[in-house]
């Protein structure tokens, strides 16, 4: 049983380290960005060739993630996403776009030579990342053994959500967020620069985006396509914790992966799927705005 | 001869069609030293990176056949459409080929969606489609060659050797949930069963899935002692490696797999599939002359010196080559004319003796088991002694002896018994 729950944990813990750039981008900005999960293949991708080119392992390619996809978030906030604040139908059909662009320059990029030059380990479409020989283990906790890649997912997660909360909360430029989200105009007219906040916001999102590219290219494919799924399962925890909530987010990364976990143990992957959309459906039924709803004024 | 009104009408209205029809008849005549042939690949979208490797072997195939002299004397000249990895798309661009281009063959399709797309286009124009998949069979029509592999010739071999020669008596099934893997378990599960053996789970993951930390747990909990996948896709790969993370050993309990090709071991990384099987007609380390050279040509086609063959990529070249053979038996690219012809046709490819059967246009291929090795490459550890009898209908019944597919058509009477 103890396995089934920490599997449900790692579910949770993926699922949170998506989520938790698109809490901070949708909760905050108002923007649906449809190429949050691009963003999640950047820094699979820069975990590939960090790997290819620098011969760096994945624990070195973390900060690169981020910075790599952080970089491309800020120029989609400077270039498209800055036109568009308060009109969130106008944001989800704009980042979609960015999101096919992303895609297919990838994908002519990837396939086997980058700008035609062939790169020795390139192989043809779909990447791998070496996990750390360390991470390759299983521990063994009462009984049940526990997979350390899992552990450390879990564990980068923890830290991303503490170091998150930690620069909304405790911080002047988490201040001056907050206060953009609770009303733009009166934040400008106290004299933030909403622009450069914004900017930075969605940078700072885009970057965790890029770290969970990197987490996940450990254990699934890297290849063009891999975010579009992903943004999907990162909305759900955004509507079903509640929008503009962190805590509503870890919450229900928490309760989704669970419920996924022992769904699938019980019955099997598929059935575990559809029960957890319908627990979201359920849930935004009875507490249209999350669970844990964001008092506006 | 006086002019009535009618024959001046009639005239005129000949003179006009003539007109009109010129431009086209100029272009054909134009045309007419080459013959047309359509490479119907996906270009872009998510299939891209696959298809673009079989289309670029399609047409490697063709600048050889070009470089030999073409077929009938003419060269040949492929047109390249995009299915663009949409089945829709794949129809529309199948209909531009047969009805505007008029080509005489198409190689082409990757994934049944689109082979069952473009299929009734091919049935009402009579044209040809060359497809190179191996599939889930449970298809019979007079306007396709299918020269990949049915479910009989990656599972006959294979089930009795698992259990015979591996000594495995408890299989769990596992596959993507669509057509083809729910197919090959159900001519799987009857070939565990004759060979004395039981199955103890027959589970699916959707397709495109990539979390496997449950379905690898359960595999463990079952007690099975070999795993046989149907896995699709990318699914293959976080497969593989989530079932070493858990700490499963391919030693132990080891996965044998019927689409697990070069490609996904590369993907994946090979150190997480060494030690694990694969049933296909082709591998790339098959050590022949023939697959030395075929290798060879292809990387120096992709200007890649690394690049990889795999089995779709051999059926996708060396159909060409039996549509260039039953043309010149016929001594015609006309399509009824190749179909009239194709039967019994046999080519020596890469990766050894193909034939065509008459009666279901499928191809006679070698079943070969691999086992993957430290360096993503495959040692084949067994191989039929010759190339066997294709049968689409294998999970239905359908035995050398008793064909479903004849050369009329599906035998529909025989599938309901």
């Not at chain 1, 909304?168 to 106290?190: E, K, L, W």
């Not at chain 2, 993951?205 to 979390?211: F, K, P, R, V, Y």
């Not at chain 2, 050993?249 to 994946?268: F, G, H, K, L």
Request: glycine content about 10%.
């Amino acid at each position: 049983m103890l396995d089934i729950l920490f599997i449900g944990l790692s579910l949770g813990s993926i699922l949170l380290l998506v989520a938790l750039g698109l809490a901070i981008t949708y909760g905050a900005m108002g923007v649906i960005n449809m190429a949050h999960g691009e963003l999640v293949m950047i820094g699979a991708y820069t975990a590939v060739l960090s790997g290819i080119w620098l011969d760096l392992g994945l624990f070195a390619a973390l900060p690169l993630g981020f910075l790599s996809a952080a970089a491309i978030g800020w120029a989609i906030e400077r270039v498209v996403v800055r036109r568009l604040y308060g009109r969130l139908l106008d944001t989800l059909l704009a980042t979609w776009g960015i999101a096919i662009l992303l895609q297919q320059a990838v994908r002519l990029e990837f396939g086997l030579s980058f700008f035609g030059i062939h790169i020795q380990g390139l192989g043809p479409g779909l990447q791998n990342v070496a996990v750390p020989e360390i991470l390759q283990t299983t521990i063994t906790i009462a009984g049940s053994s526990i997979n350390a890649y899992r552990v450390f997912i879990v564990a980068v997660t923890l830290v991303l959500t503490l170091l998150t909360w930690a620069i909304m909360y405790r911080t002047r430029i988490g201040m001056q967020v907050r206060a953009i989200i609770r009303n733009p105009r009166m934040a400008a007219a106290s004299g933030i620069d909403v622009a450069r906040v914004n900017a930075l916001t969605f940078a700072f999102g885009s970057g965790l985006a890029g770290v969970a590219g990197v987490m996940m290219s450990g254990f699934k494919t890297v290849f063009p396509d891999m975010g579009s799924s992903m943004v999907v399962d990162g909305f759900l925890v955004v509507v079903a914790g509640g929008v503009g909530s962190l805590l509503g987010s870890v919450l229900s990364a928490g309760m989704l992966g669970e419920i996924n976990a022992v769904a699938a143990a019980v019955t099997n992957d598929i059935l575990a799927r559809a029960i957890v959309f319908g627990v979201v459906i359920l849930i935004i039924i009875v507490k249209p705005a999350g669970l844990f709803s964001f008092k506006g004024r | 001869m006086s002019i009535t009104r009618r024959s001046l009408l009639k005239s005129t209205a000949a003179a006009s069609l003539a007109a009109v029809a010129a431009p086209s008849l100029i272009g054909r005549a134009l045309a007419a030293d080459t013959i047309k042939v359509g490479a119907l690949y996906s270009q872009t979208g998510g299939l891209s990176i696959v298809e673009k490797m079989l289309a670029d072997a399609v047409m490697m195939a063709v600048s050889e056949v070009n470089a030999q002299g073409g077929v009938l004397g003419r060269q040949v000249e492929v047109i390249v459409e995009d299915g663009a990895s949409d089945p829709k798309t794949f129809s529309e661009k199948a209909s531009k080929l047969l009805v505007r281009d008029r080509v005489n063959a198409v190689f082409g399709c990757h994934t049944s969606a689109s082979r069952k797309a473009v299929l009734p286009l091919f049935e009402r124009r009579d044209g040809m489609l060359f497809y190179q998949t191996h599939y889930e069979g449970f298809e019979c029509s007079k306007n396709v060659v299918y020269t990949g592999a049915v479910p009989n010739q990656q599972l006959g071999n294979y089930i009795p050797w698992i259990v015979k020669t591996l000594g495995k008596k408890k299989f769990f099934i596992v596959g993507s949930n669509y057509v083809y893997p729910r197919e090959m378990a159900k001519v799987s599960k009857k070939l565990i069963e004759e060979a004395g053996a039981e199955w103890v789970a027959d589970e699916y993951l959707e397709l495109g899935h990539s979390e496997w930390a449950t379905m690898v747990r359960k595999i463990k909990e079952s007690g099975a002692d070999v795993v046989l996948s149907n896995v699709v896709g990318d699914s293959i790969v976080a497969f593989y490696r989530e079932y070493k993370n858990q700490g499963m050993s391919q030693a132990d309990v080891p996965i044998c797999a019927t689409v697990t090709s070069e490609i996904e071991i590369a993907a994946m990384g090979a150190e997480y599939a060494a030690g694990s099987y694969t049933s296909f007609p082709y591998f790339m380390s098959l050590d022949t002359p023939a697959n030395k050279g075929f290798i060879e040509r292809y990387r120096t086609f992709v200007k890649d010196p690394a690049a990889l063959t795999y089995h779709s990529l051999e059926a996708a070249y060396f159909q060409v080559f039996l549509w260039k053979q039953a043309a010149e038996k016929a001594g015609s690219v006309k399509a009824a004319d190749i179909r009239a012809a194709i039967g019994g046709q046999s080519y020596d490819a890469p990766g050894g003796k193909v034939t065509i059967d008459g009666d279901n246009l499928h191809a006679y291929l070698t079943p070969r088991i691999g086992q993957w090795q430290a360096d993503g490459q495959s040692k084949v550890v067994n191989a039929y002694p010759e190339p066997i009898r294709p049968l689409p209908y294998a999970a239905y019944g359908e035995t050398a002896d008793n064909l479903f597919c004849t050369a009329k058509g599906l035998d529909s009477a025989k599938l309901k018994g």
